[in-house]
Structure formats: structure tokens, C-alpha cells
């Protein structure tokens, strides 16, 4: 929604194109007769500048379209999925000898239906169901309707994988019993095992649908909470000697709201002062959307404690919730800084290195390579300093590709949360933080493109962050505060 925005933003940027005007004002005064005002609109649109804005209302009007088409087929999936665990439930229910049983237990599967679509719809309505409940906005507190909203979440993401699951044991079940057939119709004898066989899919059709149900049970209950501290040497380039070992703690991502309360981010403060950093960074999302707690949670911030700062920048999330000057406001009142396309020389053992820090980058959704050249950091560019190293916060990873063509020797970022879910599959990991970046978590390296030889190389660090977002769940990747030690490349 955020990007229809901006689209909105550059066209009216753009005004009006050359012999637009005439037309809108009536191109009485230049043009005078209606055949003329076509053909000046015509020359106009068939202009370069004409056509970009062209493209521009297409590629809107297709992106609009495809989202009002996504957001359908969501719709229709997930009615699809609730049916099918619905009257799976119900005829389980039926089969109950006991009607008074049968009885309560179908009135109970209504009523968490009813409480499961209120859960989903309140967001939607502007949290009034919730209010309704008298939500208390005590983020500590516990709240009914809270608890039963986040159950909400994580069943409406498990229930699919769960319904994914079941179906494929039943297409395994169908081939292995299609196959069945053939051998018996070919002497071979093999339905004596059928029964046996049937029981086997029973059980395996069970144990596969409530498998997600666990996953994202131990995920919300232990896999969110286990914070990984991650020490990492990262090489970087043009280093001087004075500030080899220079140890940098990075927290990225906290997203202060019902899922991450302000004890878990002191936790993670205490955890950070405790590595004895020389300066303390945090790369972007203090909060995940409007009415979060800006303040509580730069409050705990402003506990993290280093020699050389404390030092920030915003993420998309701040930019969401309408609150990016605010957080600038609040690091300065508590003695931090958040660099908003700024930079600061920082002096360490008589070595200096030039801190740039940027507000969220916006990409395509294209994952960093397709993005336009030069309209990422384009707002630092004078920054850069070429007799020191350059440090950049850039809450989008994908910004890297540019801070590397720029010269830009370390990059810190977060924005993926490592995906919040990774499956290893054959050697390979799955994290849905692909769809957005290939940078999705740890260390990076790309040649300088100001390098001549291209021997030397950028390095990005790419935090997984504390929070979460959407789904309150970490499986396979732990929330991370991290401790970076600066070496000469
Ligand atoms: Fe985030």
C-alpha cells in the first residue's frame, strides 16, 4: 500500500506533461479549437515524458490489479482450508456415541469459529472488536482477546500447512493404491496389505496435519524467545590498524508491540552492554505499525551502553506508522543519535571511520539487482568519505548492491528477519525471506566497484533482528543480538 503511495507522490511530482496543461485548462488561450487541443495532447503523450507517464499509469493500474487478484485468491484459500478443517471437526464430532458430547462439542466448534473469524476481521476494523473486549493497552498485561487473536494467527498459518500436509499423504495414498490395483489385476496380490495400508495413511494423515500446528506452537512458545548472541569477524576494507578489533553490537528489527513487550527488549539490552562493545548500533523497526510504543521502546534503547554511542536508523516500519521524525526526536532527547542521510566521523585509538546512516530504502520488491542504478543512497552520496572507512546503516539489505558500487566498505542491515521460518531441505534452506532479498541473513561480500582491480570487497551484515512481524513465530531462526569485530580486509 505504502508503494501505491509513492506512486501517487511521482506523479503528481511529474505535473502535468508538456500541452497536458492546455488540455486541462481548456486550452482556450494557446490552442483554441478542440482538433488542436487533440493533437497537442497527442504530441504530448507520444513525448518522452508523455510515455514515462504513460508506463507509469499502466504499471499502477497493473500492480493495483494484481493485488485486488493476490488478495482474492488469499481469501478464497483460506476459506477453502477453514472448510475443510470445519467439517473435518464437525463429522469427527458426529461420530460420538454421545449426543449430549456431540451436542457441546459442536456448539464449542461454532463458538471458536465465531471467536476465530472476530480475531482475523478486528484488524480490518480498526481493533474494534477488540475494544469492544476493553483491550488493555498494557503491553505486559494479559488480555483474552488477545491471546485468542494470536492463536488466531498462528492457526491460520498452520491450519494451511496442515491442510497441504493431509492432502499430499491422500495423493500418496491414492498412487500407492492406484499402483495397488495394477498388481493385483496383474496377478501380483498386493491388495491382502489394504487394510493395513488404509491404517498406516490414517495415522500419517494425522501425525502430518498436526505437525504444523506444533511447529508454530513451539515456535511462538520457545523458538521466538531463544536470543542468539553471534559474534562475526567481518573483513573490511581500507581499515587503518587503529581500529582493528573494533567491536560493533548490532540489534535490529525489535517491532515493540503485543509479541515483543519492553522486558524481552531490556533483556536484549542487557544482553548487548554485557559483550562490551565500543559503540552500539540499531538498524531500523522500532515499531511494527501506528499507535506502537515509539517512546517505550527508545526508552529501553537508551539503556545500551558504549564508549563511542549509541547510534540508528529508521526501518520501513517507522515509515508505516508515520513516525520517522519521531523517532529522530526521541534517540536526540536520550542522548543517541538516529542518522537520517547523515554522517558522523567517529574517532577510535586515533583511527577514524565515517558513520552514514539512511532512512528505509525503497526496492521494487525485485530482491536488489533489477533495482534502478543510482536511486538507492542516492541522498548520502556526497557523504562518502574517501580517507576513512565508511560504515552505512541501511535497514534494506538491498541497498548493498549500490553501497558497493559506491564504495561504501561496510554495510549493517535487517528488514528480513532471516525469514522468521527455514526449512533445510537436501542441503538447501527455504526462508520466505528470498522473496525479498538474497541477502536474507549473516555476512556478504561484493567487489568495490571504486576499486579499479576490483580486488577489494564490500562487506554487509545482515541482522535477523529480535521481533517478529505478521506471524509471531521463529522456527530455525533465532532472534539475534550480534557482536561485530571489525578486521583488516
Ligand atoms: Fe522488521
Known amino acids: 500500500m505504502g508503494f501505491d503511495l509513492q506512486i501517487l507522490h511521482q506523479l503528481r511530482a ?15 488561450a494557446v490552442c483554441g479549437a478542440p482538433g488542436i487541443r487533440t493533437e497537442s495532447y497527442r ?3 507520444f513525448s518522452s515524458r508523455g510515455i514515462k507517464q504513460r508506463n ?43 449426543s449430549n458430547w456431540r451436542f457441546g ?33 498494557n503491553l505486559d498485561n494479559f488480555n483474552l482477546f488477545k491471546s485468542l487473536a494470536t492463536f488466531a494467527r498462528l492457526w491460520l498459518v498452520a491450519s494451511f500447512f496442515g491442510f497441504l500436509a493431509v492432502e499430499s499423504v491422500g495423493a500418496i495414498e491414492s498412487v500407492t ?25 490414517r495415522y500419517a494423515s494425522v501425525l502430518a496435519g498436526g505437525f504444523p500446528l506444533l511447529a508454530a506452537t513451539y515456535g511462538f512458545a520457545a ?41 524481552e527488549i531490556a533483556r536484549a539490552v542487557d544482553m548487548a552492554n554485557a559483550l562490551r562493545p565500543d559503540i552500539s548500533l540499531v538498524t531500523g523497526d522500532f515499531v511494527s505499525g501506528e499507535g ?25 516500519h517507522e515509515i508505516y506508522a508515520g513516525v520517522e521524525e519521531d523517532a529522530e526526536r526521541l534517540f536526540r532527547e536520550k542522548g543517541m543519535r538516529l542518522l537520517r542521510a547523515a554522517g558522523a566521523v567517529v574517532e577510535h585509538n586515533g583511527g577514524r ?17 533489477r533495482t534502478e542504478p543510482g536511486l538507492m543512497l542516492r541522498e548520502i552520496e556526497p557523504l562518502i568519505r574517501r580517507d576513512m572507512p565508511n560504515i552505512l546503516l541501511s535497514h534494506n539489505p538491498n541497498s548493498f548492491h549500490r553501497a558497493a558500487e559506491l564504495g561504501i566498505e561496510l554495510s549493517l542491515a535487517g528488514h528480513t528477519h532471516g525469514g522468521q521460518v527455514k526449512v533445510e531441505i537436501v542441503d538447501h534452506s527455504v526462508s520466505p525471506a528470498r522473496l525479498i532479498s538474497p541477502f536474507v541473513a549473516g555476512l556478504y561480500r561484493l567487489p568495490m566497484a571504486t576499486d579499479g582491480n576490483g580486488s577489494q570487497k564490500a562487506a554487509l551484515y545482515v541482522n535477523r533482528g529480535l521481533g517478529t512481524i505478521g506471524f509471531p513465530v521463529r522456527i530455525g531462526v533465532p532472534p539475534e543480538i550480534t557482536l561485530l569485530t571489525l578486521r583488516r580486509a
Not at 14 to 28: E, F, R, T
Not at 114 to 122: K, N
Not at 188 to 197: I, M, T
Not at 249 to 256: G, V, Y
Open 353 to 369: 571511520f565515517n558513520l552514514l546512516g539512511v532512512d528505509y530504502q525503497r526496492d521494487h520488491m525485485t530482491g536488489g539487482e
Open 177 to 201: 493404491n492406484f499402483a495397488a490395483r495394477l498388481l493385483l489385476h496383474s496377478g501380483g496380490g498386493a491388495g491382502g496389505f489394504s487394510a493395513s495400508r488404509r491404517s498406516f495413511f
Open 14 to 28: 511529474m505535473g502535468p506533461g508538456p500541452g497536458q496543461g492546455d488540455v486541462n485548462s481548456g486550452g482556450a
Open 105 to 137: 462439542l459442536h456448539a464449542g466448534l461454532i463458538a471458536l469459529a465465531v471467536g476465530l473469524l472476530a480475531a482475523l476481521l478486528d484488524p480490518l476494523l480498526g481493533h474494534g472488536i477488540s475494544r469492544l473486549g476493553g483491550n488493555s493497552p
Open 292 to 316: 506502537d510504543p515509539l517512546e517505550v521502546c527508545i526508552g529501553e534503547l537508551s539503556r545500551l551502553r558504549a564508549p563511542l554511542g549509541v547510534w540508528g536508523c529508521n526501518g520501513n
Open 43 to 45: 504530441r504530448a503523450f
Open 56 to 98: 507509469l499509469y499502466i504499471w499502477s493500474i497493473a500492480l493495483i490489479l494484481s493485488r485486488v487478484v493476490f488478495f482474492a485468491l488469499f481469501l478464497l484459500v483460506v476459506y477453502a482450508v477453514q472448510r475443510f478443517w470445519f467439517l473435518r471437526a464437525w463429522a469427527w464430532i458426529g461420530s460420538l456415541s454421545n
Open 223 to 263: 523458538g521466538r524467545l531463544r536470543y542468539r548472541i553471534e559474534r562475526v569477524d567481518v573483513p573490511v576494507a581500507n581499515l587503518p590498524p587503529e581500529l582493528e578489533g573494533l567491536r560493533i553490537a548490532q540489534l535490529s528489527d525489535i517491532h515493540i508491540g503485543d509479541y515483543m513487550p519492553p522486558h
